[in-house]
């Protein structure tokens, strides 16, 4: 598979293109962060991983959209009306939206969703992520 890297200069973005070197099935197609041209680089992939800034992620989505080409989001920090941007482009294209990909938050996302069920509808569930400096 031929993927593209949205945001390649970032933490993530060097994560992901060491990891796509690592994997024999895997292909990296493009690298890029904002500014770079998002045509050639969908022209040349099979999906696009994005971990840039809300901004630019919505850009990369309605490139997407316009390519036909799928997506994987990594990006956080959306407001409720570009997370509905990004629902309406997952009728057009594969979408999957994930802004946080570490491990253990994911098992906690799954505790939070058991525990809400045991607990019913009297109790709010509500996970809070904090970051280091």
């Not at 890029?32 to 022209?43: C, E, V, Y």
Request: glycine share 10%; proline share 4%.
């Amino acid at each position: 598979m031929r993927i593209a890297i949205a945001g390649s200069g970032g933490k993530m973005g060097r994560t992901l293109i060491e990891a796509v070197a690592a994997d024999a099935s895997l292909q990296l197609a493009a690298a890029f962060d904002m500014g770079d041209d998002i045509a050639k680089a969908l022209a040349a992939c099979d999906a696009l991983v994005d971990f840039t800034r809300p901004e630019g992620t919505l850009a990369h989505l309605e490139a997407c959209v316009a390519a036909g080409k799928p997506i994987v989001i990594g990006t956080t920090g959306f407001t409720p009306q570009q997370k509905a941007r990004i629902a309406a482009a997952a009728g057009h294209v594969p979408v999957m939206l994930s802004p946080n990909f570490a491990v253990g938050v994911n098992v906690v996302f799954k505790l939070a969703e058991a525990a809400a069920r045991v607990l019913g509808e009297d109790y709010d569930i509500e996970v809070i992520e904090a970051h280091h400096r």
